[in-house]
């Protein structure tokens, strides 16, 4: 009997993760992974600290090398190769290697496409000028890096209000830029509820960032083929330097012109197995959907936790084992300067779309106990059913270790809880720690009254 | 028709929680506490902070004053009011002023017994001397604080190996001290698995604390009165102050006369209500039992959250709702310097206890990313039945952002959540906070292969 061979495309923490999982359980199968950057299994999520001057070189944003892999997992890691076609009739792909331009057909008992996703470029005059970056691979993050060190901007422009984009600012604040983030929605962080954006674009402010809302841009001014300023509907900004974080894109070409069917935004079709509709053909990470566990539905989120748990499951199904991904609640976090920030699950806008009929609560309290030092401000805002009272969804923004309490109420959602229960919760206390009932209880309690419990 | 009257006896975390429920729920009722210190509603919690120096006045540890109490909630508190028995046919209870020593009787339709704990003190020569203190009341945090200012004592000895003593030995070396922690178990903290506790040890060890071990103290040299050193079995450690953190008792004593019926410990029985067996008499806070969440057992946890919980839930039924403590997982905290440590559940000694076989695990992770700067060890260990995957226990020793996790496990098992479950928690990640598998998880994915799962 021949070896199985297992081929991947994309090797970051989708791919890789798989990788390893079907090692474990398969260890004679061959597995190759063709990856398109010159890096595999890497922290994008680094990338902000990186430029930030918070790690000092690119190299320890790389989890583990393709040599690495190669010695300790007989994983066979080809980084610079792109894979150009899938033929899945004859289970091949057609790959180029960007090295040298040459170009071979490869063969494949089991397919992983974990693809990942691209940043989103708006369609706008300038979009192309030197200056102007979209993070995506590590090699762009290395770009931005080397433009600091060589050109020595002094104005920075991040455009879009999401995740990213506060750490953007942030590393340019660290790096001593003057710094204006523009992002034409009315709020910052989309995923968050108005009252908690609002706090949120308050703490972008109070560290100095220009907070520009309601400006779309319309163009980039450039001199020479360099950015010089950011051109929204209402004014024009002086820029050395812009970052575009205005979200991503299932990269799915290579999936869709297989004939693989697509789910939401274009992301690849699967199973919670991670299963294409095609025998032997899976998917995982930014590339493909995944399921929200509240709702049941699928949809696209990009977000490292995701791609790892997402191409575990694909590993350990593909090496033969049985796994499935129940589902997940979007749950992100981020930081910008002191202030960090955290959701999961649904916010009141999204459970309108579900028509699920919701109570919502802010509150206000402390992240320690009010006389410990650097207790500082966290605001807890709750989601839940009317009906059921159960907890559906949570936002929070605060000073040091405001965002991690979001893992409270994650793990509340997932276990089916309701309001009532989150009261009762045994959490941990000390003084430098929390306060005997912890934030999130308060808000509980809140959100219990509103509901007309006890 | 005359008003109600309500008295609650003892005015900390159990008793003034209780009140303002009480309140909320009866407008018109008459509330009268009496506390024997002369504070109410402070932190004990806190004590170890103002010894330090970190918190700059002993009235920042006080939430609310009585005079607070009676102007915002017409709760009538009356400190230094000592309480000498309570007549249960009579519903009266016999009262001493101790300002000026004159008693009187007072009536109640209804009681709250939230009488507290009390340090247990060894019955060893020389444990009356100045100098050798037993955390309880605020007033005693301040005699000891009083004392660092008045007799400069250099020499600190800490007796007892729990939460309070790695924060008093954190105060000391806060104060320039030279500090030992001498405990007569083979292990620190008892809560937790030895393998754990021994990190807990030599992190101890680490921030220059001494560290003796299975050394019983027999007693205490003295000088004209005053402490001189701490006498062990081995040896003589010269001290210029003690704080003896021994654990408490149930400060049962008024309850047990009065005839009422006592649980673990000498703590008084409740049920989940926290009614006693007697009509109109309720119990709360340290003085009392509560209900194991995993064993349905009732236990005695002297804990600040444990009382917050339970007076609420007195309040609520005191002012005629309905409510209940489900149980508790004896989840707390502690901080050593740069060292947490969190527990909560069962550890492995206590789930033998039960009967319930169980497997764990431990694992070495970091607290954030591992490029991201201050990423610092964490170890997670978890423990699950065997027989169902449920996790039953978890003991969490780490750098900053190491203790709060906790919180995730408690509500996992409150949850009633498998390990396998765990895996597939949507936590929250970002590089500053986590790794994209949180050490809770990465412990799960351990824990779940020792189970022979995927």
Chains 1, 2 share one sequence.
């Not at 894979?83 to 397919?111: C, M, Q, W, Y």
């Not at 309290?365 to 401000?377: F, H, I, L, N, V």
């Amino acid at each position: 009997m021949e070896k199985e061979r297992c081929v991947i495309v994309g090797g970051d923490a989708a791919g890789m993760s798989a990788a390893g999982q079907i090692r474990k359980r398969r260890p004679d199968a061959d597995i190759v992974v063709y990856e398109r950057s010159g890096y595999c299994s890497y922290s994008a999520c680094g990338m902000p600290y990186y430029i930030g001057g918070l790690v000092d070189s690119e190299r320890r944003l790389v989890v583990r090398s393709p040599d690495e892999f190669r010695s300790r997992g007989n994983i066979d890691v080809r980084v610079r190769h792109d894979v150009l076609a899938i033929d899945i009739p004859k289970r091949s792909l057609r790959v180029r290697n960007l090295e040298n331009g040459r170009e071979h057909t490869d063969f494949f008992d089991k397919l992983l496409i974990a693809t990942g996703a691209r940043p989103i470029v708006p369609d706008v005059p300038g979009a192309g000028a030197e200056g102007i970056f979209s993070l995506g691979t590590l090699e762009t993050g290395i770009s931005v890096y080397q433009h600091l060190l060589g050109q020595e901007p002094r104005k920075a422009v991040v455009v879009g209000g999401g995740y990213i984009d506060l750490e953007m600012a942030e590393a340019f604040c660290l790096k001593k830029l003057d710094v204006t983030l523009v992002d034409r929605a009315p709020q910052v962080m989309g995923g968050f509820d108005p009252d908690i954006a609002s706090l949120i674009g308050e703490a972008i402010t109070q560290t100095g960032t220009k907070l520009l809302l309601n400006e779309a841009i319309t163009g980039f001014e450039t001199d020479s083929g360099r950015v010089r300023a950011v051109v929204t509907e209402n004014r024009t900004i002086e820029a050395d330097i812009v970052v575009l974080g205005l979200g991503v894109r299932p990269d799915s070409g290579l999936a869709a012109s297989a004939g693989l069917p697509l789910g939401p935004k274009g992301s690849v079709a699967v199973d919670r197995r991670m299963r294409t509709s095609v025998e032997g053909i899976w998917s995982a990470g930014d590339c493909a959907q995944v399921v929200h566990l509240l709702t049941g539905v699928p949809v696209h989120i990009a977000l490292g936790t995701v791609a790892n748990k997402a191409g575990r499951v694909a590993g350990i199904t593909m090496g033969g084992g049985d796994a499935v991904l129940p589902g997940v609640l979007g749950t992100a976090m981020s930081k910008h300067c002191r202030y960090e920030v955290a959701r999961t699950g649904l916010n009141e806008r999204e459970a309108a779309e579900w028509n699920i009929p919701v109570v919502s609560s802010t509150i206000r309290s402390k992240t320690r106990a009010g006389y410990y030092p650097q207790a500082e401000d966290i605001h807890v805002r709750l989601t839940a059913s009317k009906e059921s009272g159960r907890l559906l969804g949570g936002q929070i923004v605060g000073g040091q270790g405001a965002a991690k309490r979001i893992d409270i109420l994650a793990t509340a959602i997932q276990g089916e809880m309701t309001v009532a229960q989150i009261v009762d919760l045994d959490l941990g206390y000390a003084p430098p720690f929390s306060m005997p009932w912890d934030p999130v209880q308060i808000a509980a309690r809140e959100l219990l009254n509103a509901l007309g419990g006890e």
